[in-house]
């Protein structure tokens, strides 16, 4: 069976260390708490998962701040904030790192070559506007005055070299 958290049997070994009761359904209320309730810890909550008794939350709340679990400021009583001690801290981090993607090395081979092709690409199409570019500026010096037919001549290849520069890809 796959846990939610990778951490869950690390922080529940340490918790048991530490004595504290419960250890396994507090594991998983911690983690919850600060990985997907952003810190949000509610004595329903820890009654429902059988971390404490109803009525004791506050006791077990102490306890945890005690043991250096949980942090929480007083002014925050109605709201539930809580934040996480230096014993949950290490547990925490291993687990947002751990639950981020990481490329493969097959992943970055194919996004590499990936990024070479759009290079090239974009040098062609640079390489492309710069001819386009050219062939503009002989045409504008081509239509200056006066008129020749040696001028005429030079905005027909102009024109044809344009259109072949613009149907290219």
């Not at 992943?107 to 990024?115: L, M």
């Amino acid at each position: 069976m796959e846990r939610k958290f990778s951490q869950y049997i690390a922080l529940s070994s340490a918790l048991r260390r530490a004595k504290v009761p419960n250890y396994g359904a507090c594991s998983n209320l911690l983690l919850e708490c600060f990985l997907e309730d952003g810190g949000r810890l509610q004595a329903s909550k820890a009654v429902a998962k059988k971390v404490c008794e109803e009525g004791r939350f506050s006791h077990w709340r102490d306890e945890m701040i005690r043991g250096g679990w949980l942090l929480w400021n007083q002014t925050q009583n109605d709201k539930g904030q809580y934040f996480s001690g230096k014993k949950l801290m290490p547990y925490l981090n291993k687990e947002k790192i751990f639950s981020k993607e990481i490329a493969t090395k097959e992943e970055v081979s194919a996004t590499r070559d990936e990024v070479a092709d759009l290079r090239a690409q974009l040098n062609s199409h640079e390489e492309r506007f710069t001819k386009i570019d050219a062939a503009v500026q002989e045409l504008r010096r081509a239509v200056e005055p006066p008129d020749s037919e040696e001028k005429r001549k030079a905005r027909e290849k102009i024109a044809e070299r344009l259109i072949s520069l613009s149907v290219t890809n």
